[in-house]
Nanobody
Framework: QVQLVESGGALVQPGGSLRLSCAASGFPFSVYGMNWYRQAPGKEREWVASISTTGGTTNYADSVKGRFTISRDNAKNVGYLQMNSLKPEDTAVYYC?????????WGKGTLVTVSS
């Protein structure tokens, strides 16, 4: 059974940090590219960051560049999103996505709330 399970979401103050995790099972995680998306209340889901199968290539949305870092551990079948200098506008449900050609898997999301 294919599963992507996000964890690590929490309430954090502006300027704080969080690390999200995405645990994959039921498919060969190491040959799938991985993405993080987010959806803020009342807004469309937006792409946040991506990482290649080996981790050698990463890309970020302009809104998070320099503050967020995507990584992966293929030996553990886990992906990560390190989020620093968090802002209230980062408040959203964060989703993990694994993609290979036409195969596309999604987690159910984890809520990040940035508020004082």
């Amino acid at each position: 059974q294919v599963q992507l399970v996000e964890s690590g979401g929490a309430l954090v103050q502006p300027g704080g940090s969080l690390r999200l995790s995405c645990a994959a099972s039921g498919f060969p995680f190491s040959v799938y590219g991985m993405n993080w998306y987010r959806q803020a209340p009342g807004k469309e889901r937006e792409w946040v960051a991506s990482i290649s199968t080996t981790g050698g290539t990463t890309n970020y949305a302009d809104s998070v560049k320099g503050r967020f870092t995507i990584s992966r551990d293929n030996a553990k079948n886990v992906g990560y999103l390190q989020m620093n200098s968090l802002k209230p506008e980062d408040t959203a449900v964060y989703y993990c996505n694994a993609q290979q050609l036409t195969m596309n898997y999604w987690g159910k999301g984890t809520l990040v709330t940035v508020s004082s």
